[in-house]
């Protein structure tokens, strides 16, 4: 089989009141990324020829959403919800159009893998008409039972309402994921009968009106965190948590050193270079990329990407990050630039060797090689209507406690005086002091203090 001749239907109609939300069921984010978003990227990996993506109506939000990670997809409108059979024929436009195999993937169970996509494929290649993706849980209770005969081959899916003492007590059980390579798929779908306990249109059915038409059905087994179907708040945690996990695990394969795994947090797209280091309770946001040999310390708070800055966030090279940095969507940290603690970086440029070591804001700037930015600095970006640019200079000196209000240029090589409020521009190598001339009263204190005793003493 070619990808270019897999169409994947994916089902996303569900509008799942359990999450007691306002937000459809899909659209609820794992690692930064809505469930519906990790299943269609995890379907473009697979090099699907078409995708189609079914929703109930009144969904224009998952449509959307769907639309920004599969451009070319095709969207069906379940109207009436009547099972997943019927979510898959609700796509019949899109399916009678199709000549090749058919995967039918649901938004609501993210973590499925690209390699186990292509085992439940290879099965097709080996013969099957029907492949059916199992798992065995713990406890069964619940899921649909992968009946098998004595060959191997799949007999049918019983939903455990529908199931015979017998049938339930198999421990094999069905995620929903199937595969198709069937000369009239539409024909098997528009037999499916809905005499079953709900009342509803199983696409489990399947499997059974395939073999009465001669065709073979198998069972590919998958693990069990891949197949965890997300309905509740409870269920979307435990699937951020096999995330992180996956995630975490790679990271380390790949050179990376996490002081206390556990503790980390990482993106769908986080990008970690070899002899990177990370301490405890370190999070990562979208659009995060950290070159080879970063150190980033405690808490810290990275994230690159947001609906304004979509640019990505880069640390490059031997750069160390905090301990408690934040840096914002837009930051470029250069090589060998330290970003020390209580440091802000947004939208904002640090080329290398340059530092802000303590307590800074340096927000849609540039601060040029090897400049320092003292603690207390701040890059006064905004005015309550529009954001404006702060350049430092490569080698400048910002002192302690300053304010540049931006626009405000600071030339290369120039210094600004602790406790500066800087508004025009500062030549190169200049100095820019502004702050009040200090007075000093000698005496003053002590009789400041006798002059209050006396009152407090007549009360």
């Known amino acids: ?49 078409r995708q189609a993506v079914v929703i109930g109506p009144d969904m224009d939000a998952v449509s959307a959403e769907a639309l920004r990670h599969a451009p070319g997809a095709s969207i069906a409108i379940q109207a009436n919800q009547l099972g997943t059979a019927d979510a898959v024929l609700a796509a019949r436009e899109t399916l009678a159009a199709h000549r090749g195999d058919v995967l039918v993937l649901y938004a609501d169970t993210p973590l ?11 099965a097709l290649d080996d013969g099957a ?37 017998d049938e339930r007590k198999i421990g094999l059980c069905n995620s929903g994921v199937m595969a198709f390579r069937c000369p009239d798929l539409l024909g098997i779908l528009d ?8 009342g509803e249109y199983y696409l ?17 087994e998958g693990e069990a965190d891949e197949v965890l179907g997300v309905n509740s708040r409870v269920q979307l945690a435990e699937a951020e948590a096999v995330f992180q996990r996956r995630a975490r695990f790679s990271a380390m394969e790949e050179g990376v050193t996490m002081i ?18 990370i301490e405890p309770n370190v999070f990562f946001g979208p659009g995060v990329t950290i070159e080879d040999g970063v150190v980033i310390k405690a808490n810290c708070h990275i994230e690159g990407a947001d609906a304004k800055v979509k640019v990505g966030l880069r640390v490059a090279t031997g750069a160390e990050i905090g301990p408690f940095a934040r840096l914002r969507p837009g930051a470029e940290i250069g090589r060998d630039v330290h970003v020390g603690n209580f440091v802000e970086v947004k939208n904002a440029t640090m080329e290398a060797g340059s530092k802000a070591n303590h307590l800074a804001y340096i927000g849609d700037g540039h601060v040029g090689a090897k400049a320092n930015i003292g603690a207390g ?15 430092v200079g490569a080698g400048a000196f910002v002192g302690s406690n300053s304010s540049l209000v931006a626009p405000v240029k600071i030339g290369a090589g120039a210094y600004v005086g602790s406790g500066s409020v ?12 502004e702050r009040s001339a200090q007075e000093s009263r000698p005496l003053w204190a002590q009789r400041f203090r006798e002059r209050m005793q006396r009152r407090k003493d007549r009360g």
């Open 129 to 165: 008409n029907v492949a059916v993706l199992g798992f065995t849980p713990d406890d069964p209770a619940g899921y649909g039972r992968l009946v098998k005969d004595g060959i191997g081959d799949l007999v049918a899916i019983r939903e455990e309402k529908d199931a015979s003492a």
């Open 191 to 198: 037999r499916i009968g809905n005499t079953n306990a709900k």
């Open 260 to 277: 206390a795994p556990d503790t980390v947090f990482l993106s769908h797209d986080t990008k970690l270079g070899r002899d990177v280091v």
């Open 377 to 391: 600095t701040i890059f006064c970006n905004y005015d309550g209507f529009n954001k404006h640019r702060t350049e």
């Open 112 to 122: 499925i893998t690209e390699a186990t996509l292509r085992r439940l494929i290879a």
């Open 422 to 433: 800087i508004t025009r521009e500062v030549e190169a190598g200049a100095l820019a002091i």
């Open 1 to 49: 089989m070619t990808t270019s001749s897999l169409l994947t239907v994916v089902l996303a109609a569900g509008k799942g009141t359990r999450m007691k939300s306002a937000k459809p069921k899909v659209l609820h984010a794992i690692a930064g990324r809505s469930m519906l978003g990790h299943v269609l990227a995890t379907a473009a990996s697979l090099g699907a020829g």
């Open 204 to 220: 489990t059915d399947a499997v059974e009106v395939a073999r009465a038409s001669h065709l073979r059905a198998r069972v590919v």
